[in-house]
């Protein structure tokens, strides 16, 4: 039975978080400029969205790019809005073809003027499509989304629309960037970091943690498989003892 046949359909997480490390190392381990990992980084993305697709998953988010990357060398922030910019243009018609659904996280506002309008016609395109939610996290920071959710919610209170009382866990998640998905289930880093690095930080409240040592240009669908079985072999308690769990295979809180 090969790798992909060992996957059991019925318990596939709905939501995989990835934070894409290790262009950088990757590349400077062979010589090469940081960009050229990056570059290279693009080919496991195309790589592990087709395998997302094809397997079932339903929702996949991506760690493109952080708030805090814009304090990187400017060619280097430069080089990633192109690169970002260059790989939507080429893909888009693919995605779509192939089902996939695009929605962006982050502080869209702070992109570049390019970057907002072709990720817009890009969102716009693929908007009916049912297949693989594509969630990219661009200048994105989850204490950012978190604090704006608090101000967006005390908005509401001030102009009557919300009531105090009415500020619990569900009301709050509408105010998230990521109201309309699923919590990721499996949450996978490259490159050897042990870090969530201000990712998902709400959502991830009971998510499962995957950490490979493998570099982001090396994370191909193999790797994925392996990360999808070993989330399968997890038990999963949300609190609750193991004899629970066995006892009522079904219920989740
Ligand atoms: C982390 O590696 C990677 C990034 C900050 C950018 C990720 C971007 C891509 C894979 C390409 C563009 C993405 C899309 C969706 C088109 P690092 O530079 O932090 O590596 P290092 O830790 O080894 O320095």
Not at 21 to 49: C, L, M, P, T, Y
Not at 146 to 155: L, P, S
Request: with cysteine; charged share 25%; aromatic share 10%.
């Amino acid at each position: 039975m090969g790798l992909l046949e060992s996957i059991d359909l019925n318990k596939l997480p709905k939501h995989v978080a990835i934070i894409m490390d290790g262009n950088g190392r990757w590349a400077k381990e062979r010589g090469e400029d940081r960009v050229f990992g990056h570059h290279q980084g693009v080919i496991s993305v195309r790589e592990i969205v087709n395998a997302c697709a094809e397997i079932g998953i339903q929702y996949l988010t991506l760690y493109a790019f952080s708030a805090e990357n814009w304090n990187r060398p400017v060619e280097e922030v430069n080089a990633l809005m192109e690169l970002l910019v260059n790989t939507i243009r080429k893909e888009i018609d693919e995605l779509d073809k192939n089902n996939v659904k695009l929605h962006i996280i982050g502080d869209f506002a702070s992109l570049p003027a390019i970057c907002q309008k072709e990720l817009n016609e890009a969102m716009e395109l693929t908007s009916k499509n049912t297949g693989l939610n594509l969630v990219l996290a661009l200048s994105y920071s989850s204490r950012q989304e978190i604090a704006e959710a608090a101000r967006k919610i005390a908005m509401d209170v001030a102009a009557g629309k919300l009531k105090p009382e009415d500020i619990n866990e569900n009301s709050f998640k509408n105010y998230l960037y990521t109201s309309e998905f699923p919590d990721p289930e499996l949450m996978i880093r490259t490159s050897g970091e042990f870090r969530v690095s201000n990712y998902l930080l709400y959502q991830l409240a009971y998510a499962e943690f995957y950490f490979t040592n493998t570099h982001w240009p090396d994370f191909r669908k193999k790797d994925l498989i392996e990360a999808l079985l070993n989330y399968q072999q997890r038990e999963r308690r949300f609190g609750k003892t193991s004899e629970q769990i066995q006892t009522n295979t079904t219920q989740h809180v």
